[in-house]
């Protein structure tokens, strides 16, 4: 079946760049998200990328994607410590019968030091 | 994107007893998704419900547990019935973006059984 795999925990100084990466498993993923959750909300969708693109910016957010290793990483440049939060990975792939899933990593705690 | 308000955010209830979550969208939507988020772990869909059919279970859900209802296009309840400790989780509910991408989740609702 399907699988996202996340590291769970990344911390860094305010102002850095944080890197958050994610590995996927299914091939016939269309759509790829981020997502935020900030402690005690629901999930904000942050940004997506199409499996046919290598890379998307948007403003102080960078997704790349390595359709060929399954590898997709979310960077935020200048890192704040409002960008404190847990950040899923989400897989949209068939999963047969006309159907479509939503899979999620089980999230990156990302702990910005100020 | 579509907005969802979800409630109650949070509740704590006695073994055994029963919890109805409700979500209202702010524009007509084919389909609306529940899913629950474990301690520590990812979001795990439990139900799509359709309006005007039953709602659809994920392996490992069933409807006696999680009853649905979905009575119109911008509504849907999830229940859990006969609540035992193991089902304290947040509980969240989603609607697709139609045509921007992505998924607009609820605010959740921190559900602990005591």
């Known amino acids: 079946g399907e699988d996202v795999e996340q590291s769970l925990f990344l911390s860094v100084r305010e102002g850095d760049s944080s890197v958050i990466n994610c590995t996927y498993t299914d091939s016939s993923s269309t759509y790829l998200y981020w997502y935020k959750q900030e402690p005690g909300a629901g999930l904000q969708l942050l940004t997506y990328i199409f499996s046919n693109m290598d890379m998307k910016q948007d403003q102080r957010l960078t997704v790349l994607l390595n359709k060929k290793d399954k590898h997709l990483s979310l960077r935020i440049a200048d890192t704040q410590t409002g960008d404190s939060a847990i950040y899923f990975c989400?897989?949209?792939?068939?999963?047969?019968?006309?159907?479509?899933?939503?899979?999620f990593g089980k999230g990156t705690k990302l702990s910005v030091i100020p | 994107s579509a907005v969802i308000s979800q409630k109650p955010s949070r509740d704590i209830c006695q073994r055994g007893t029963s919890l109805t979550i409700q979500c209202q969208v702010d524009?007509?939507?084919?389909?609306m998704f529940w899913y629950r988020q474990q301690p520590g772990q990812s979001l795990t869909l439990i139900a799509t419900a359709n309006q005007g059919s039953e709602a659809t279970y994920e392996s490992g859900f069933v409807i006696d547990k999680f009853p649905i209802s979905r009575p119109n296009l911008t509504f849907s309840t999830l229940t859990v019935s006969n609540m035992s400790p193991e089902d304290s989780s947040i509980y969240l509910c989603?609607?697709?973006?139609?045509?921007?991408?992505?998924?607009?989740f609820g605010s959740g609702t921190r559900l602990t059984v005591v």
């Open positions: 989400a897989e949209f792939a068939y999963s047969g019968a006309g159907s479509y899933q939503l899979t």
């Open positions: 524009s007509q939507v084919t389909m």
């Open positions: 989603s609607v697709e973006n139609r045509g921007l991408g992505g998924y607009t």
